[in-house]
Nanobody
Framework: QVQLLESGGGLVQLGGTLRLSCAAS????????MSWYRQVPGKQRVWVAS???????NYVNSVKGRFTISRDSAKNTVYLQMNSLKPEDTAVYYC???????????????WGQGAQVAVSS
C-alpha cells in the first residue's frame, strides 16, 4: 500500500510565499510523474504542475514564473514552491504520483489527502 502525505499549507497575504511538500511511503519500486493539482469548492480539480522522473517540468499558464515544482527522488518527495501568491490561488492542493509498487508492475496514480492554501488580499 502506498500513501502520499502532504504538508506546508496555510494562510498567507497577497504576495506571500508557501512551500508544499508531498512524501510518498509504503511499497514503492519506482515513481514516474509527480504532479500538483488544486480544487476550489464546487469546482473540478485542475492540474497545476508536473515533474517527470528526469526532472522535466510543466506548469499551467496561470502559475508560470511564480510556482516551482521540484522533487527529491531519494526521499520520494515532491515540492511546490509558491511565490507571489494571489487570492485566486486559494484552493486545496493535492499531490499525485504515478507509482509502480514492484518490478514490472504498472504505474498507478495515487493522491494525497490535500493541503489548504488560503491567500488573503
Amino acid at each position: 500500500q502506498v500513501q502520499l502525505l502532504e504538508s506546508g499549507g496555510g494562510l498567507v497575504q497577497l504576495g506571500g510565499t508557501l512551500r508544499l511538500s508531498c512524501a510518498a511511503s509504503g511499497m514503492i519500486f519506482c515513481i514516474n510523474v509527480m504532479s500538483w493539482y488544486r480544487q476550489v469548492p464546487g469546482k473540478q480539480r485542475v492540474w497545476v504542475a508536473s515533474i517527470t522522473s528526469t526532472a522535466i517540468t510543466n506548469y499551467v499558464n496561470s502559475v508560470k514564473g511564480r510556482f516551482t515544482i521540484s522533487r527529491d527522488s531519494a526521499k520520494n518527495t515532491v515540492y511546490l514552491q509558491m511565490n507571489s501568491l494571489k487570492p485566486e490561488d486559494t484552493a486545496v492542493y493535492y499531490c499525485n504520483a504515478a507509482i509502480s509498487p514492484t518490478p514490472g508492475s504498472r504505474f498507478l496514480g495515487t493522491w494525497g489527502q490535500g493541503a489548504q492554501v488560503a491567500v488573503s488580499s
